[in-house]
């Protein structure tokens, strides 16, 4: 069970973090990532990162922005979002892959949180 949180609304230029708690004991085995979907779009890769959080990778609209870790003691998961854009509006999901290594297509994940809505204002 992934419950993602921190979502809110913000004026552009704002930051938000959002976290992940994932429930189970395996929470090390998988690596994680971070989707979102805006009205009317495809839901789209964000941030990922591996079992350990010794790789990450984020989508080019993201990168030097977002920064995605994780706890593994915790079992969690966040995405700071510093910069924001009314582009980045929309309800960010988190995704456990049952792989160690990242992934960056839907199909590669396997669990998925409720999501959380992400407003930015202009």
């Known amino acids: 069970l992934l419950v993602e949180s921190g979502g809110g609304l913000v004026q552009a230029g704002g930051s938000l973090r959002l976290s992940c708690a994932a429930s189970?004991?395996?929470?090390?085995?998988?690596?994680m990532g971070w989707f979102r979907q805006a009205p009317g779009k495809e839901r789209e890769f964000v941030a990922a990162?591996?079992?350990?959080?010794?790789?990450?990778f984020y989508a080019d609209s993201v990168k030097g922005r977002f920064t995605i870790s994780r706890d593994n003691a915790k079992n969690t998961v966040y995405l700071q979002m510093n910069s924001l854009k009314p582009e980045d509006t929309a309800v960010y999901y988190c995704?456990?892959?049952?792989?160690?290594?990242?992934?960056?297509?839907?199909?590669?994940?396997?669990?998925w949180g409720q999501g959380t809505q992400v407003t930015v204002s202009s």
């Open positions: 990162i591996s079992w350990n959080g010794g790789m990450t």
């Open positions: 189970g004991r395996s929470f090390s085995a998988f690596a």
């Open positions: 995704a456990a892959r049952a792989e160690l290594g990242i992934g960056t297509m839907k199909d590669e994940y396997r669990y």
